[in-house]
């Protein structure tokens, strides 16, 4: 009973007038940002340009505005769409793109999922990488057990290497000059989710490169 009630509220979801489903099929590598839009502000377009710079592809839900909707991942379930079916058929690994707000984490990036192989690959690029004030986590034990992504049924999991659940706070999403979220709203690009973007593509190379992986 629980389950088909979840299944109506996501096809409702995505059956929504101001919700776009878009899929985008370049590589065997994916990102993924099924919250993307006005809920977790940003998380789709950073998806978006990484997927693109790395032709990997893309699996991503935007709400327009001031649509705030909020289905857990673990009930994006690919039965209930075809967009999801053909992607979950295109990747073998992905990165699911999201964000979080917690006044003890609050500048922290966290990497969870069940591909720890990728989720340290990545931690190693943004520890270098980004700006110090941000940290950044990919040991489970400091991660909240809510932000670990580990249930088998998430989509982050479900490719056959599934795959790394990066959380993203929202210092890090949000443009201080321009007083809204980076890339929301026509606002410009802020300057840390310009480098987090460039991060991620060369770390996503670097791994696809050492992995012997290919376009198809």
Do not use: C
């Not at 793109?97 to 984490?105: A, C, F, K, M, S």
């Not at 941000?134 to 992504?149: A, H, M, Q």
């Amino acid at each position: 009973m629980w389950i088909a009630i979840v299944n109506v509220v996501l096809r409702n979801l995505l059956a929504h007038p101001e919700v776009s489903e878009v899929s985008e099929f370049r590589g065997s590598f994916g990102l993924m940002a099924f919250h993307g839009g006005n809920l977790e502000r940003t998380t789709d377009v950073i998806a978006a340009t990484v997927a693109e710079r790395t032709a990997a592809s893309f699996y991503g839900v935007i709400q327009a505005p001031p649509l705030r909707r909020h289905v857990p991942s673990i009930h994006f379930d690919p039965a209930h769409s075809p967009k999801l079916t053909a992607f979950m058929n295109r990747v073998d690994t992905v990165v699911a793109v999201h964000g979080y707000g917690r006044e003890d984490l609050f500048a922290d990036v966290l990497l969870g999922g069940r591909n720890r192989a990728l989720a340290d690959h990545l931690a190693h690029y943004l520890k270098a990488g980004l700006p110090k004030q941000y940290g950044v986590i990919n040991d489970l034990d400091e991660i909240p057990v809510g932000l670990r992504g580990l249930h088998p049924a998430k989509p982050v999991n479900l490719p056959v290497n599934a795959g790394v659940q990066l959380e993203l706070p929202p210092t890090l999403r949000w443009n201080r000059d321009a007083r809204n979220w980076s890339d929301h709203e026509n606002t410009p690009r802020a300057p840390q989710v310009a480098l987090l973007i460039d991060v991620l593509t060369e770390a996503i190379r670097k791994w696809e490169w050492s992995t012997g992986a290919t376009t198809p």
